[in-house]
């Protein structure tokens, strides 16, 4: 079974472009979550979708945008890119259904974006 | 508000020997509560996860984890550390709003020595 896959790896981008990060979950996963990983803040979360609905958002500014489309891949997309968003961008899928705690996220390897 | 705190940054234990990752949780209701690993330039690997039931969880890799609702813990654990489990640790738990959203703890990192 496929695990999470994220696309791409590596990215390397100047200050003031946008950029979009994609995911695609594990087969029949319809919550797709988004994480940023930095050293000075850990990881954050940054929003939450199913069945193409955001259901939930990080505290993060309107630069961050994501959505999901019908088959659950989801993307992210940043503009107007500032140093500080250089990080390590992971997408997380889940069989749950929103308020089904109990279930656990399977995470991507991660998009790792530099913005210089 | 949620919190996940684990009091470490490094954890150092020799090869063979046994060791703790701690974690402390803060949460209204019961606690969905997770460990993950992260080696380098990877992402997340999940390890094991307390919902309800037996407070001593087993996991993936021989790694198990032992909550404890009095002193609100919930450490990772593992009876003989091998070097290749040297790697970053996360404890998380589950937002009570609902959804999926984790909220994660800090991380320790893990140097298992030959």
């Known amino acids: 079974k496929a695990g999470v896959t994220q696309t791409p790896r590596y990215l390397i981008k100047t200050r003031g472009q946008q950029v979009t990060l994609s995911c695609s979950p594990i087969s029949g996963h319809r919550s797709v979550s988004w994480y940023q990983q930095t050293p000075g803040q850990g990881l954050q979360f940054l929003f939450e979708y199913f069945s193409e609905t955001q259901r939930n958002k990080g505290n993060f500014p309107g630069r961050f945008s994501g959505r999901q489309f019908s088959n659950s891949r989801s993307e992210m997309n940043v503009s107007t890119l500032e140093l500080g968003d250089s990080a390590l961008y992971l997408c997380a899928s889940s069989l749950g259904r929103p308020g089904q705690g109990n279930t656990e996220a399977f995470f991507g390897q991660g998009t790792r974006l530099t913005v210089v | 508000a949620q919190s996940v705190a684990q009091p470490e940054d490094q954890v150092n234990v020799a090869e063979g020997n046994p060791l703790t990752v701690k974690c402390t949780y803060s949460v209204s209701g019961n606690p969905y509560l997770f460990w993950y690993v992260q080696y380098p330039n990877r992402g997340l690997q999940f390890l094991l996860k307390y919902i309800t039931g037996d407070n001593l969880v087993k996991g993936s890799y021989g790694f198990e984890a032992e909550f404890n609702k009095s002193q609100t813990s919930f450490h990772l654990k593992k009876p003989s550390a091998l070097v290749s489990d040297s790697a970053l640790y996360f404890c998380?738990?589950?937002?009570?709003?609902?959804?999926?959203?984790?909220?994660f703890g800090a991380g320790t990192r893990l140097a298992v020595h030959p």
């Open positions: 998380a738990v589950r937002d009570s709003g609902g959804y999926n959203k984790l909220i």
